[in-house]
Nanobody
Framework: VQLQASGGGLVQAGGSLRLSCVAS????????MDWYRQAPGKRREIVAG???????TYNYAVRDRFTVSRDNAENTLTLQMNSLKPGDTAVYYC???????????????WGQGTQVTVSS
């Protein structure tokens, strides 16, 4: 599985951006999908995720501002980011795992990252 993220850029505080991640292959619907981010000098952290079954989870810092969704027909994961803050500045990464059954090996896949910069 290859992941291609896009949609980052420079935006003023309070603005919006929409990130997209397109996955190759035919198993997208079976994957758990997530967005992570890493700011300079900080550890990579999870931002939001959508399970293969459709349930979503959010980092507390973004849950009222960001919306994660998936389109299995288009092999696409999306992150709509509203009311952006300077603290959201980071490289955002698309991530997937194969949602393994117990006793089955887990595989993780990462996209190349897209820069989001929020100016004050």
């Amino acid at each position: 599985v290859q992941l291609q993220a896009s949609g980052g850029g420079l935006v003023q505080a309070g603005g919006s951006l929409r990130l997209s991640c397109v996955a190759s292959g035919s198993i997208f619907s079976t994957l758990n999908m997530d967005w992570y981010r890493q700011a300079p000098g900080k550890r990579r952290e999870i931002v939001a995720g959508v399970h293969s079954g459709g349930s979503t989870t959010y980092n507390y810092a973004v849950r009222d501002r960001f919306t994660v969704s998936r389109d299995n027909a288009e092999n696409t994961l999306t992150l709509q980011m509203n009311s952006l803050k300077p603290g959201d500045t980071a490289v955002y990464y698309c991530h997937a795992d194969n949602n393994p059954d117990p006793g089955t090996r887990r595989h993780d896949y990462w996209g190349q990252g897209t820069q989001v910069t929020v100016s004050s």
